[in-house]
T-cell receptor, first 113, second 117 residues
Framework: DGGITQSPKYLFRKEGQNVTLSCEQNLNHDAMYWYRQDPGQGLRLIYYSQIVNDFQKGDIAEGYSVSREKKESFPLTVTSAQKNPTAFYLC????????????FGEGSWLTVV | AQSVTQPDIHITVSEGASLELRCNYSYGATPYLFWYVQSPGQGLQLLLKYFSGDTLVQGIKGFEAEFKRSQSSFNLRKPSVHWSDAAEYFCAVGGLPGGTSYGKLTFGQGTILTVHP
């Protein structure tokens, strides 16, 4: 089945460590996104990529990094510089020409311990 | 900058009752508009979307939404709520092609729906 796969579903990190969240899609979508979700704050855009080897900062990019070496993959690294990393992270993708319809993965929970 | 407001943080309805979730947006033109639903600990599922044309759009699970340009609103409705509709609902706005916000969505803070039997 086509879809967006995020892994791991649950991740625990010690303070001061970097951690990478995986996002893979087999929908042949051109654009990919990372959102962060905190209770009562909706979703906030971290980074997005419209094409391979190119990406842009979203509204809350500080403390995060991404790469887009393949069309199917858009991993997110939460660095030790991120002050409050405990959150639910959602990856999404969109096919160019399909309006603005964005489809989401199932999310990854990151907890800093 | 575009923005979305969902005035109701939490709504409780009885099963079988009608439902309306409010959404107001701020944008320089008529944007693309979306409603998503999220079950606890899950990703977001697209319910419906408005790009242009008929201002009343039908979605999945019996939901519909009406775009009102004069009120900058895109309220979500359902005539009869089922217990399985309990979830969090998000309204989102997307920028038009050629604009700096094209391809990105801005979300409201969400409305949590509780359904009583």
């Amino acid at each position: 089945d086509g879809g967006i796969t995020q892994s791991p579903k649950y991740l625990f990190r010690k303070e001061g460590q970097n951690v990478t969240l995986s996002c893979e899609q087999n929908l042949n979508h051109d654009a990919m996104y990372w959102y962060r979700q905190d209770p009562g704050q909706g979703l906030r855009l971290i980074y997005y990529s419209q094409i391979v080897n190119d990406f842009q900062k979203g509204d809350i990019a500080e403390g995060y990094s991404v790469s887009r070496e393949k069309k199917e993959s858009f991993p997110l690294t939460v660095t030790s510089a991120q002050k409050n990393p405990t959150a639910f992270y959602l990856c999404a993708s969109r096919k160019t020409g399909a309006g603005n319809t964005i489809y989401f993965g199932e999310g990854s929970w990151l907890t800093v311990v | 900058a575009q923005s979305v407001t969902q005035p109701d943080i939490h709504i409780t309805v009885s099963e079988g009752a009608s439902l309306e979730l409010r959404c107001n947006y701020s944008y320089g033109a008529t944007p693309y508009l979306f409603w998503y639903v999220q079950s606890p600990g899950q990703g977001l599922q697209l319910l419906l979307k408005y790009f242009s044309g008929d201002t009343l759009v039908q979605g999945i699970k019996g939901f519909e939404a009406e775009f009102k340009r004069s009120q900058s609103s895109f309220n979500l409705r359902k005539p009869s709520v089922h217990w399985s509709d309990a979830a969090e609902y998000f309204c989102a706005v997307g920028g038009l092609p050629g604009g700096t916000s094209y391809g990105k969505l801005t979300f409201g803070q969400g409305t949590i729906l509780t359904v009583h039997p």
